[in-house]
């Protein structure tokens, strides 16, 4: 199957997910990790559209995710820079664009090691916060854990 | 906002859906009228997206759908014809494009006139029987009581 980027575009305005994870580790000096996450999840019956867009930009996985859907995930940064690079050049269409905007700036601290200093982290959470995928109630608890040291 | 085919192909691989609707009438001879739509379903957030589409297509309105959310809706039947030739012309690359050909099944049959009696209608049924959105149970019901009729 091969995709063009327009139909990606289109595809992953309405099924991608730009997503800033952020997770107990007890290794880092803050005592938490970002994980940005790049997601289009379908059900099993079209996982060859996953497996395509694995194809197009050249990694990525295809993973089982919950019953019987499948998602074609980024969670390697150099990965996820070429996926930005790709919606830098294929504007989305939807609302989904301003997530993906700050799911960019996200990526660009954390290239600069801002999300491995407390100020930093708390910068990127209060960006997680305004994106439409995030856990807000959970986001607020680390904050305050956060903040409190 | 300017859409191309492509991207419109990948939305609708996402949020689009082709329905067959069975709903009773009784100025039909059979008590039964089918009503085919194509919708595509956003947050009010990209409610411009489904007034792009509109303009794109020339055809269908757009309406509040349930809670928030708004629907571009498509009834029309020589609206619908203009949906079918575009994809026709355009693939869909999901397992979606299999309820698409079931649609235009349905729409062809309309065009001939098979809706308006029991056997057409009864055909009608099992191919909705046979997508991914129809209500099953409902829709067994209905053929039951026609059978019976």
Known sequence: MKLTADWIV??????????????QHKEMTTNYQVLPEFTVVQHKRDIQVLYALK??????VVRK??????????????????????????????????????????????KEGRHLEKEGLLEIIDIALKMNT???????EIKEKITRG
Chains 1, 2 share one sequence.
């Not at 980024?74 to 799911?103: A, M, P, W």
Request: with cysteine.
């Open 55 to 60: 194809k197009f930009f050249g990694c990525g």
């Open 10 to 23: 289109g595809f992953v305005d309405g099924e991608g997910c730009f997503f800033i994870g952020i997770n």
């Open 134 to 140: 995030s856990d807000k109630p959970r986001l607020l």
């Open 65 to 110: 995710n919950h019953a019987d859907r499948y998602a074609y995930r980024v969670r390697n940064l150099s990965c996820i820079e070429n996926i930005i690079s790709f919606f830098e050049k294929h504007k989305l269409k939807t609302k989904k664009r301003i997530d993906f905007l700050k799911f960019r700036r996200v990526c660009l601290m954390m």
